[in-house]
């Protein structure tokens, strides 16, 4: 399996390396090392490409309010709808802080909720015993 597998790449790479495709049998180094050496710098551009994708993500799951938010939500197991509800009333009663939800339970408060989270009292109330039991 070993040997099909080298044999169908090493002709794939003289096809490849050979500038007139069949027409020419012969590769000389040059331009074997040439063709080689392009692979090796693609494949080098894509892995620096994922770790830097990798670092920003990173970086943005632990220095963000937005990534606090976020894991704030997934260590409490929250749903979609939660998450958005949540967010919802963060933004109806102006908090600065996404995180600061979780820690100030008057925001959750079913009895002082701001008119236009009203109709969505009994979610909300189900929200607040989930976080602060």
């Known amino acids: 399996m070993n040997t099909l597998a080298m044999h169908c790449?090493?002709?794939?790479?003289?096809l490849a390396a050979s500038p007139f495709g069949r027409g020419r049998s012969n590769v000389d180094t040059t331009t074997l090392v040439i063709?080689?050496?392009g692979a090796v710098l693609v494949?080098?551009?894509i892995s620096v490409g994922a770790v830097?994708?990798?670092r920003a993500a990173h970086k943005w799951r632990h220095n963000s309010q937005a990534g606090l938010f976020h894991g704030l939500c997934k260590l409490h197991e929250l749903s979609r709808a939660e998450r958005n509800l949540l967010?919802?009333?963060g933004r109806?009663?102006?908090v600065k802080l996404?995180?600061?939800?979780?820690?100030?339970p008057s925001l959750l408060n079913p009895k002082k909720l701001p008119p236009a989270l009203r109709d969505k009292q009994k979610p909300i109330?189900?929200?607040?015993k989930k976080l602060f039991g």
């Open 87 to 89: 967010s919802q009333v």
């Open 52 to 54: 830097l994708g990798h």
């Open 98 to 104: 996404a995180g600061q939800v979780f820690i100030d």
């Open 92 to 94: 109806a009663r102006n």
């Open 35 to 37: 063709f080689l050496g």
């Open 9 to 14: 790449w090493s002709q794939v790479a003289l």
């Open 43 to 45: 494949i080098a551009l």
């Open 125 to 128: 109330a189900a929200l607040y």
